[in-house]
């Protein structure tokens, strides 16, 4: 998908692609304003808890680096929202500051996903996925699986091309 061409981070992608990557950094941007709240496991897992033994000194670092961290979070998605065309599908130009952005919110989005979705570090996703279309092929899950899965391609793809 992404390609290097002439110092820039090139994909094209499809209307229903746009859709897709608009809603889920348009989704990580409201998770991290107005729905942000540190009982959901997914600010947990976006925020983790720097002395895991220690919470008030996790409190402590949280207190000072916290807003800089969220508005970060903020701003790589803004950096998928700034770079898709428009409710259409094309070409997609990134310099290296923006593909490194993109990396860190995909990123973001996989792991907010991933809570959501039960995704360990051990599931086999062709397996859930398969699990999932057995069961309901028009589920939500089906859709939400294949997301992820899509966002894991999306970001491998950038990488890989970062590091060629």
Not at 68 to 87: N, R, S, V
Not at 110 to 138: F, I
């Amino acid at each position: 998908m992404f390609r290097c061409r002439g110092g820039h981070y090139v994909a094209t992608f499809a209307v229903d692609e746009v859709r897709v990557l608009r809603k889920v950094a348009s989704e990580v941007v409201g998770l991290l304003t107005d729905g942000f709240d540190h009982s959901d496991p997914v600010v947990g897992r976006l925020f983790p808890d720097v002395y895991a033994d220690d919470a008030a000194s996790s409190a402590e670092f949280r207190r000072y680096t916290e807003g800089d961290l969220k508005t970060a979070k903020i701003d790589q998605a803004g950096a998928i929202l700034a770079a898709l065309p428009d409710e259409q599908g094309g070409e997609v130009r990134l310099d290296a500051e923006a593909a490194e952005a993109w990396l860190r919110a995909l990123n973001d989005a996989r792991l907010a996903m991933g809570v959501r979705l039960g995704v360990k570090e051990g599931t086999d996703l062709g397996a859930e996925l398969d699990e999932a279309v057995a069961a309901d092929p028009a589920s939500t899950r089906v859709f939400q699986l294949s997301v992820y899965a899509y966002l894991g391609y999306l970001q491998e793809s950038l990488l890989n091309a970062l590091l060629d």
